[in-house]
Every structure is written in structure tokens, then in C-alpha cells.
């Protein structure tokens, strides 16, 4: 949001079609103009001497990692972010359907989500280091489910289980059911 003279900015006019294409021609704009550099660039001083430590490379460990949950073979595959590769792929028994930076799934340990073998909801637990689930809260009720949303507290988190018409609210600390609502048809 932009405070002072930007009330152009948040004009009722200005839909989010519109925002987006000028925000993605202003990034293009910008990644032209530092492409367009045609040799390295020189300084007024040609005998400074940089005195900053060179950094090493990170480990692979300590690398960025992207997850990929693939549902039907109920693995997870590790990419590489900066070079795009996969590094691997391992065995995980549940299947992720659904992970959302519109919700919080981290309770600063571990990711929360759910899965429904047998078309019973159940919580799960996956230490991203580890790639394992580290933690099951079983019998939450008849599926599907759609999501888990860890609440602001970290230590609660809510489980929609449709085929029951209710939401489950869970301990995780504790690994229980700490009270379910019932709601309209199919949640």
C-alpha cells in the first residue's frame, strides 16, 4: 500500500489485469536494460582492491530445495532451486494433495498437511529434512479432506473431513483431537 500522493495507485479503476501487465513489463523493462550491458563495467580508480573474504559456494545440504509432492506414486521429489536439477527422489507413503502459501502448513518444525488412505482423514507430520513423516493423527473421520491449516498459535492446527461434515481441531503437540464443529454438507 502506498501513503501520501500514490492515491492514483489504488484507484478504483485500476483493476488486477491491468496491475499485472504493467508490473511484469516493468520487471522485462528492467531485466533488458541489465542484459544490455555490453562489457564490464570500470571505476575512476583503477587501484582499489576489494578486501571482502570471497564466499564459498554452498553445500548441497544448505542449498534451496524445492519439494515436489507427487500424489499418485506417494514419493517426493528434491530440486535443486538454483540449478533447477532433481536431486533426488524419496519415499514418503502419503499422498500430498495440497500445500498453499495462502495458508500456513509450518509449525516451525515440521509441514502439516493430511491424507485419506482407505478414505479416512488423518494429519500427518513431514520433517523436511528428514523427508518422513515424523508424526500421524489417525481416525479424524471419513474423507475426503481438502486442507489443513496450521492456526496462528502453531500449536493447533484445523482438518476439514468432508464425508463427516465437520472440522476437526487438533492438538499436534499432543497428537489428539481437541474438538470437532459440525457444519453444512460436505466442507
Not at 580508480?45 to 573474504?53: E, M, N, Q, R
Not at 502439516?112 to 479416512?120: A, E, G, H, I, S
Amino acid at each position: 500500500m502506498f501513503v501520501g500522493g500514490a492515491d492514483w495507485f489504488l484507484s478504483s479503476n485500476l483493476d488486477r489485469r491491468t496491475l499485472l501487465k504493467g508490473a511484469s513489463s516493468a520487471a522485462f523493462g528492467l531485466l533488458a536494460s541489465a542484459c544490455g550491458a555490453s562489457g564490464p563495467a570500470t571505476s575512476a580508480s583503477t587501484s582499489a582492491t576489494s578486501t571482502a573474504p570471497a564466499r564459498s559456494a554452498p553445500t548441497v545440504e544448505n542449498r534451496e530445495t524445492v519439494y515436489v509432492f507427487n500424489v499418485g506414486s506417494k514419493d517426493v521429489t528434491l530440486i535443486d532451486a538454483a540449478d533447477r536439477v532433481v536431486r533426488e527422489t524419496r519415499p514418503l507413503g502419503a499422498s500430498v494433495r495440497w500445500l498453499s502459501n495462502e495458508q500456513t502448513y509450518w509449525d516451525g518444525a515440521r509441514i502439516w498437511t493430511y491424507d485419506f488412505p482407505n478414505d479416512q482423514v488423518q494429519a500427518i507430520a513431514i520433517d523436511p529434512k528428514q523427508v518422513a513423516i515424523t508424526r500421524t493423527i489417525a481416525g479424524l473421520g471419513k474423507g475426503p479432506g481438502h486442507s489443513l491449516v496450521v492456526l496462528p498459535d502453531k500449536k493447533k492446527a484445523a482438518v476439514n473431513v468432508a464425508g463427516d461434515n465437520l472440522i476437526a481441531f487438533l492438538d499436534l503437540a499432543h497428537g489428539i483431537v481437541d474438538a470437532t464443529l459440525q457444519t453444512g454438507a460436505f466442507p
